[in-house]
């Protein structure tokens, strides 16, 4: 199963305030269903070849790049602002990329429902400051 295809086939609308814990939840269902496909990329090391690395880099950038402009909801930024929502993408995609190589290589540590949790609570604080009078609620559903 692709990681898309772990998403409910009646999610939310993107707006919804439970975007980033959907997204977490279908995260944490396709590594823990499809570890044949997820401990190649979420274990890499001096191992792995180099064209592996830049393969894996290259769908990294796209995943930040979507984030940021998701982000953005498509309005014009500051370059301050377009510049933080970049860096959100970056920790977002640390951070799961952290949590998807746990669910791997120690499945009991974290939930689901944890990990979903945590990762609301990780887009609301990362993304607190750059909403100008942004709810936490309309944070939260903003990756």
Known sequence: MRYLEALDRQPRHLTSKHLARDIARAWARAVRENPQTWTPVLSTGAQTP???LDRIEQGREVVREAIADFIGRG???DAATARHHRWTAHA???AAEHFGHLVLTRPDAI???ELAALFDDLVRGLLRRTWDGGSAESLSGAC
């Open 50 to 52: 180099a064209p592996v």
């Open 75 to 77: 309005r014009d930024l």
């Open 92 to 94: 977002v995609v640390a």
């Open 111 to 113: 939930t689901d429902d």
